[in-house]
């Protein structure tokens, strides 16, 4: 049993809470486009109204000022008034019945001391204005206000997406529901449903009610289900592009329908993660049949322009085994298999041209032949993003956003779809719609989602929207702070996950000491724990590497304290000695806790590996104190804390980068 | 930013991890009617099996065994084969098509060390087997094993319950899903559902689609809804009985049928909370031509033979203006509404038998007149559970057992509804069929009803099943300890609740001081709430008081460590005297954190008397020192605590027994 007195003041170190008021950001989140601050405050009291001008009968700004309302009173415990003085929201008209990358995401909002007035030509330029001024508000010992100000704001890319995979492990329509509200609030517009895979085949289909009947262990979303997130999604300005994965990655679809494929079958779901063999049969009208049905049953739930049709990692073998496919390819003078999903997709553009759906497709896909209506997700690299718009496409680009690869906020969010000095013209830039993050599932299931995607998606968000000049990783890491305790109003459970799971690791015993250890290490990527750990889509995925998240806050909190600590700041260094005296204390304490919680002992490579850091950080401040170190200490030093950064066992220590920089720093000036 | 070090292991006072094998308890919750323990231990790997006996094609139990493969999985992070050695499972008979309070739940479980074998009559015993093999599942340095043991169990009551109101507030499908999933693991198995207030109707009526789309807000289940949860409570073993308040709490009935109310309206959803004057018409015969066509209709959705009436608080007003209704009671010579009420009853009685229900009421309906199969509800006290028995109603205990009086687990789990030397005789006490907790709504939402139901249902579950004698509240709040994080399996987030709450109200300011005073407090009770805070079902329940949970943990782990210090334990002298030591600086800190965070202000008036209560606790460790304390001393002292223990706003320092414990013992020697 435990007696929870108190953290001892001396030692949980804390920087100074966010001073939002000072900063020209405060705790905007993405910053907008132009922000002006003005003198006064106004001030929010159970008194504060709400009015709608205009547009009235719509209904959707109807609810999303009613949401307002209720977040607001949620942040402060006093309700708002339905109209009177307070906010005056005015939209112009309300926006694109379906709504489409053109759409007008505009807003502006002035905010006196008098008053706020949210204006938007569409529907969907309130939306977003409504989230910023949930992110203005502030509180002073008066009470809750909001500063004035003057924005005028609009979204740098009209595509920003997140892409959710539910066929390796599914997620609950609650837990897509609560993505949507967090993708909102950071003013995202895209869900990429990945519907199927291998692992799974997740839309209730009832013209082929086997799909989901026989390839889905019955977890799958109901049509009605659809309907429901399709226009929860829509009531927060957020399109919803469908990806049913082919040919490949096609798995799930053939244990049902097997007559479809390159190979006879049968068919199982797949258990194992990778690139599997089955794929459809290109060369047979039947399949474009069905498939033609197929899209034509799912136009009615998905109302989008657009349509993924994956496309991605074909495996060769069943086309290459297949006699009469073969023959096909002879036939039709194609060279080789990309010569034959270049066909393939064309049929299927056609297809999908002919019920209103552009065709979207991973960077695969790029063949000749494809209308240029065709728009091009990258994954592979920038590159392809490049070649696409050479060749007249349109483009998304992923690479770099890719959740699962376990990096920082400040990696993802530095990579830019068009940074400065980039190589496309003004015309072929103008055809990079935006970019997406993706949220692949080997290794993610409803238990963990939260804290993959959040506060991540956020930074990633920022630079989807705001100005390209927008950068400075120390302020946007002072803004994620704040935000991320804001994402979780909305029900997303990223801050709760580690502690929860520290808990069920630990079988009930005191976890302090793993929770403090979980904070200070961080999931190594998906490469290396496929390399490492072997894994089914039906393995619990209940380990240490699960209950730690990426980029944990200790990283950049540890790395700021460093730089004081570079730059002459005495507490900073106290701090950090006491940190570092206290981090090898781990590793007993989790060795004694394992000996009856065995999900535990996976701690301890990395337990005992921050023994070596602590010593080094220790080393390093105390040459702080001595004056410039040698460069050969400084080489050595630097060269054992890369050894140490490797993955240990599945987790990777998050806070060498701090002391990387103070060893660095113990040679000089600060660079 | 907050650099989350690690805790002071000097200052976070822990008592040893519970050890769980040195008990004859274990982690058991509820303990079994009887256990023996064996020697050896059946070890638990990926080879591990579990093999069904029997009842091939109950499909009940395929998916409890398969619910219970996948928590095991989650629990060791290895999934177990299906079939093959370890543990097998048989079923007699699938139990009752419609389970009643008959139900037969009996199980025994052999475990040795070469295999375990669960057997019982009915698949409902299987279900409650399978939870305790659950609870059974511990761990050494060689990993996870079943201890050997014998158990033979059986409920001491057949209807233990748990009511949730969700016409106050509405409580979302998956919420009240993972309440059954708690209710099962501590093996519960009604769930009485307050499915209509004044407040909101909250079923979807197809007959008069009024109710729901007139008195819900849009808050209620669909029919699918319901279905789906009665079918998910039927796999858990769990009866739902559905109660729909009549003649008052109706208000929410009236905005769409204000013909069947005893005055015109029109009608509005109460926003307030407390007894109103809406009442239905108990003189006309439409209001039972349409109750019949109700019940009708809800019979379809609820299978259950029980149906509850409510029947409680009807308040006069109505019934006493209106003429016609004076009229009728003079015809028919009712000398006052009790009689009335007792003629609606003895109605609505007839209709539910004819539509095959047994009536549940709460107490107020025990008139003359009713059959004795109906089932009368104790609230008001046991008295009234004992009036009923002898005038041969079948009676459930609930006085004593309301979860919003915020009382301890202890103090629940000492009510017993039969208590040793009670006055039933032994035909009476055969009508005693059990207990229900009852978790009223006013102040409970989605966002707190976890941390008011769990883990203290756990301590009443045990009430309801083991025997009498069970009844150590140490060893009560040990296996609780190790409970409360085993429902967190179960996607429960009653210990999540707090932290996380802490952090919307420090508005993302460093939370550590604020957590650890929330946890050394406890909400004030409903009454005193009710007298404190002006509230309606609209204000955001988003305060300091909503943040606290009733019980926290420290309230027995800071009284068990005053114990260990009355007998002299220096250790824990040394862990209290840093307590006290360090709980006076809550209080500067929370002013800190208030001037940026209005709500955080509500702590202050507890946080400025948990300075006084820490002096005292120093005072009485120093007089522990020196010897027995004068009587005086000790008077004077308890007076304060007693004065200190009222509520300070909306809060209650939690551990005042603890320091009042040290206070007396300071007078000699341990009482």
């Not at 922000?35 to 008194?47: A, I, K, M, P």
């Not at 659809?226 to 226009?231: F, G, H, K, S, Y």
Request: with cysteine; glycine share 8%; net charge neutral.
């Amino acid at each position: 049993m435990y007696l929870p007195l108190v953290l001892a003041a001396a030692v949980a170190v804390n920087a100074p809470a966010p001073r939002q008021a000072s900063e020209s950001t405060r705790g905007l989140m993405p910053v907008p486009a132009r922000v002006s601050w003005g003198e006064g405050r106004l001030r929010l009291d159970s008194l504060f109204g709400v009015t709608i001008h205009g547009r009235a009968g719509d209904t959707r700004l109807d609810r999303a000022v009613a949401r307002f309302r209720t977040r607001l009173g949620a942040r402060t415990g006093f309700g708002s008034r339905e109209g009177g003085p307070g906010l005056s929201v005015e939209s112009a008209a309300p926006g694109e019945a379906i709504q489409s990358p053109a759409e007008d995401e505009r807003y502006t909002l002035e905010v006196t001391a008098a008053g706020a007035r949210l204006e938007a030509p569409t529907t969907v330029g309130v939306l977003r204005g409504l989230e910023t001024i949930l992110q203005l508000v502030e509180a002073d010992s008066s009470g809750w206000y909001l500063p004035a100000t003057r924005i005028e704001d609009a979204p740098r890319f009209p595509w920003r997406g997140l892409l959710i995979d539910v066929g390796r492990h599914f997620e609950p329509a609650e837990v897509i529901k609560r993505q949507l509200d967090g993708m909102a609030a950071v003013k995202l517009n895209v869900l990429h449903w990945h519907l199927s895979e291998d692992q799974g085949f997740r839309v209730e289909s009832k013209r082929y009610p086997l799909l989901h009947g026989k390839g889905s262990d019955g977890q799958f979303y109901t049509q009605a289900q659809i309907r429901e997130i399709v226009a929860y999604a829509r009531d927060r300005g957020i399109r919803v592009v469908p990806e049913f994965d082919i040919p490949g990655h096609s798995s799930a679809w053939f244990v049902g329908y097997p007559q479809y494929a390159s190979a006879p079958g049968p068919y199982r779901i797949e258990r194992r993660f990778g690139v599997f063999d089955p794929a459809f049969d290109p060369t047979r009208e039947v399949v474009y049949t069905f498939l033609d049905g197929f899209v034509a049953e799912m136009a009615g739930l998905f109302p989008d322009r657009y349509w993924h049709i994956g496309g991605d990692e074909v495996a060769p073998k069943q086309w290459r085994e297949n006699r009469r496919i073969r023959s096909f390819m002879k036939t039709k003078g194609f060279p080789d298999n990309e010569a034959l999903q270049a066909y393939f997709n064309r049929r299927m553009s056609a297809i999908l041209t002919k019920h209103g759906k552009r065709m979207v497709g991973w960077d695969e896909i790029l063949h000749p032949g494809l209308p240029t209506t065709t728009v091009v997700q990258s994954w592979r690299g920038q590159e392809s993003l490049l070649e696409g718009a050479r060749k007249g496409f349109s483009g998304i680009l992923s690479a770099g956003y890719y959740l699962d690869h376990m990096r920082t906020s400040e990696q993802h969010y530095l990579i830019d779809p068009l940074p400065e000095g980039h190589p496309f013209t003004t015309e072929q830039a103008a055809r990079v719609l935006g970019g997406e993050a993706c949220m692949w599932h080997e290794h993610v299931t409803e238990a963990s989602i939260d804290s993959r995607i959040w506060p991540r998606m956020a930074a990633i968000a920022e630079r989807f929207w705001s100005p390209r000049e927008v950068r400075d990783v120390a302020d946007m890491y002072r803004r994620l702070n704040i935000m991320r305790i804001r994402l979780e109003e909305l029900g997303l459970n990223h801050e709760s996950h580690t502690p929860r799971m520290a808990r069920l690791l630990a079988s009930g015993q005191n976890v302090d000491q793993l929770v403090s250890f979980l904070g200070l290490v961080e999931p190594v990527s998906f490469g290396e724990r496929v390399s490492r750990q072997k894994l089914t889509s039906l393995t619990p995925l209940v380990f240490a590497v699960d209950a730690a998240r990426p980029d944990p806050p200790a990283h950049w909190a540890t790395r700021e304290m460093a730089m004081k600590a570079l730059a002459g700041d005495a507490e900073a260094r106290a701090r950090l000695r006491e940190a570092f005296t206290v981090w090898p204390t781990l590793s007993p304490a989790l060795d004694a806790l394992a000996f009856g919680a065995p999900l535990v002992r996976d701690t301890r490579p990395a337990a005992r590996v921050l023994i070596q850091v602590s010593a080094i950080g220790l080393e390093a401040l105390d040459q702080l104190g001595r004056g410039p170190a040698s460069a050969e200490w400084i080489r050595m030093r630097s060269a054992t804390l890369d050894s140490l950064a490797k993955p240990q066992g599945l987790l990777r220590i998050s806070v060498i980068p701090a002391v990387k920089l103070l060893v660095r720093g113990a040679g000089g000036p600060v660079p």
